[in-house]
């Protein structure tokens, strides 16, 4: 059964970081894609990242590229979320998906396993 678990979210000052972490359990096949998302209240769900397990190849959308940085560590099954130079336009909740297949997606649907999500505030 695969589980996702994020942690790290929180508030912060525009301009600040903070790192969020994903603690995965049976999704560590190197198939897998390990994906960040975010969603902020009402609007659509968006990609913000990924990563294979396997390889470490990333991903990122276009608003958080120079600013956020995915990395994984295989021996503790974790996928981590670094986000420096924070907007209050980041403002959303956070979540942690694993995407079995051989795809590069950055769309949601496509996205098998999901965590609950951590809210990160970033205030102006």
């Known amino acids: 059964q695969a589980q996702l678990v994020e942690s790290g979210g929180g508030l912060v000052q525009a301009g600040g970081s903070l790192r969020l972490a994903c603690a995965a359990s049976?999704?560590?096949?190197?198939?897998?894609?390990m994906g960040w998302f975010r969603q902020a209240p009402g609007k659509e769900r968006e990609f913000v990242a990924a990563?294979?397990?396997?390889?470490?190849?990333?991903y990122y959308a276009d608003s958080v590229k120079g600013r956020f940085t995915i990395s994984g560590d295989n021996a503790k099954n974790t996928v981590y979320l670094q986000m420096n130079s924070l907007k209050p336009e980041d403002t959303a909740v956070y979540y942690c998906?694993?995407?079995?297949?051989?795809?590069?997606?950055?769309?949601?649907?496509?996205?098998?396993?999901w965590g609950q999500g951590t809210q990160v505030t970033v205030s102006s």
């Open positions: 049976g999704v560590t096949s190197i198939r897998y894609l």
């Open positions: 998906a694993a995407d079995r297949s051989l795809r590069n997606s950055r769309l949601p649907a496509d996205y098998d396993y």
């Open positions: 990563i294979r397990w396997l390889g470490g190849t990333t």
